[in-house]
């Protein structure tokens, strides 16, 4: 395997590496279709922009490059030649998304895109090759911010696109379908996106961490070992409005001295999981007072609540307990209640041994920093069902994200970049 020498980076390396990872997440930033924010959607003429510098920025080191049919950008090192090589190489992807929330940060999706990218413009240049293709993908649409359906790039390369989502439409009214045929695209070859996931080995995500654990604990970066699932409910406690000064404490039917108190409930009955094997974490995020005037006793409320864990069964088994408190609450206090569910994603792990070995790699270099779970979404979530998918998560300043404050540390992408390039290695050695 002479070919592999060169796959592990130095300090050096990846220091040098990680300068140019900063300079392209800069460059994407320019793309935008808002002046003077980031604001990148699906099938935008910015998103083809975008699509073109990664483009371009691969064929300056000779690596093959393609949009596939739902506009997903791919790079590719291709695998070796061997004699023994099937008719079709097996591929590892590395890759995450390259739009953004209007008003968005630099990091969040480019960083796992231009990542890979340069470490696989250093392989080519090394001349380092692997007994399998080296992908890297730019999703297009990760977010939903455009079309309110979000991964839908990651969904068409997993064979998981659905047809209605032609007659999805933007805030302009414009069809996704036409928005797919005015980018150069036809939305009904999207299926033709979809790729063999028996020969995928393997998909490694690099996303900025969205939370403030990494900066607590002082370390540059934590594999992944799943993306929380999610239920978000609207809530609505009716009881009886009245006069603030006439109606005596003991007569009223005030729902929302009920709800404070459940909300502290809610609380305390999440924190309560933190050092168990799956915690749940519960956010009342959203709170309306009825009619929301200084001298009237309330007479409804109306409040969100978001739970969510690693484990369905441990956030159902809290959710459970919280609504069966409310309702008994509510009942006793002659108030109503009702529980509206708007939102169930189930949580989705990633794989074990991907996992495992990209723990030890960080470990390796960086010290003990255990796997984290993921509350918000990612692309990972649809190549999870499909292929051994796992994620690299890297500190971010402030834990912040979705916001032009989002920032990273140049030795944090370096870091990333060295365990990148020694997960594709130890993956090489295990296919030889
Ligand atoms: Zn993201």
């Given at each position: 395997m002479a070919t592999l020498i060169n796959s592990l980076l130095s300090h050096e390396q990846s220091a040098h590496l990680a300068e140019q990872v900063m300079a392209y997440c800069d460059e994407l930033?320019?793309?935008?279709?808002?002046?003077?924010?980031?604001?990148?959607?699906?099938?935008?003429?910015?998103?083809k922009q975008a699509n073109d510098k990664l483009a371009q920025w691969a064929a300056q080191s000779q690596l093959q490059h393609w949009e596939d049919e739902a506009g997903n950008q791919w790079i590719r090192l291709?695998?070796?030649?061997?004699?023994?090589?099937?008719?079709?190489?097996?591929?590892?992807?590395?890759?995450?998304?390259?739009?953004?929330?209007?008003?968005?940060g630099r990091y969040d999706g480019p960083l796992g895109v231009v990542g890979p990218l340069v470490l696989l413009k250093h392989f080519a240049e090394s001349r380092v090759q692997f007994p399998f293709h080296l992908d890297v993908v730019g999703f297009g649409d990760e977010e939903g911010t455009r079309f309110g359906s979000t991964l839908l790039g990651s969904s068409a390369i997993c064979g998981m696109w659905q047809s209605r989502w032609r007659e999805l439409t933007d805030e302009n009214g414009v069809s996704l379908a036409q928005?797919?045929?005015?980018?150069?695209?036809?939305v009904s070859k999207v299926s033709e996106a979809q790729i063999d996931s028996s020969r995928v080995l393997a998909y490694l995500e690099t996303h900025i961490e969205q939370g403030p654990v990494l900066e607590e604990r002082g370390k540059p970066l934590a594999a992944v070992k799943g993306i929380a699932g999610a239920r978000r409910f609207n809530i609505t406690l009716k009881g009886q409005a009245g006069h603030a000064g006439t109606v005596p404490m003991v007569l009223r039917h005030d729902p929302l001295v009920i709800a404070s108190h459940w909300i502290t409930q809610v609380q305390q009955m999440a924190t309560a999981t933190s050092d168990s094997e799956f915690p749940v974490v519960a956010?009342?995020?959203?709170?309306?007072?009825?009619?929301?005037?200084v001298n009237v006793v309330p007479g409804?409320?109306?409040?969100?609540l978001d739970i969510r864990s690693l484990s369905d069964e441990a956030r159902d088994a809290v959710f459970d307990s919280l609504q069966e408190l409310l309702e008994v609450e509510a009942a006793f206090h002659q108030l109503e209640c009702q529980f509206e569910p708007t939102?169930?994603?189930?949580?989705?792990?990633?794989?074990?041994?991907?996992?495992?070995?990209?723990?030890?790699?960080?470990?390796?270099?960086?010290?003990?920093?255990?796997?984290?779970?993921?509350?918000?979404?990612?692309?990972?979530?649809?190549?999870?069902?499909?292929?051994?998918?796992?994620?690299?998560?890297?500190?971010?300043?402030?834990?912040?994200?979705?916001?032009?404050d989002e920032s990273i540390m140049t030795s944090d992408a370096a870091a990333a970049l060295q365990v990148m390039a020694a997960f594709v290695t130890d993956i090489a050695r295990k296919a030889t």
């Open positions: 930033a320019h793309i935008s279709q808002t002046l003077g924010i980031i604001d990148r959607r699906y099938l935008t003429p910015e998103h291709p695998a070796q030649q061997q004699d023994n090589l099937p008719h079709e190489a097996p591929r590892v992807i590395m890759g995450s998304h390259t739009d953004s929330v209007p008003d968005g928005a797919m045929y005015d980018f150069g695209l036809d956010t009342v995020g959203r709170l309306e007072v009825r009619p929301g005037a409804e409320v109306r409040m969100s939102h169930n994603a189930s949580a989705v792990s990633c794989n074990d041994e991907m996992t495992r070995s990209l723990n030890q790699l960080v470990t390796h270099y960086f010290g003990d920093s255990a796997p984290l779970v993921s509350g918000a979404g990612h692309d990972a979530m649809a190549l999870a069902m499909r292929v051994p998918a796992t994620m690299l998560f890297v500190r971010c300043k402030g834990g912040v994200s979705h916001h032009p």
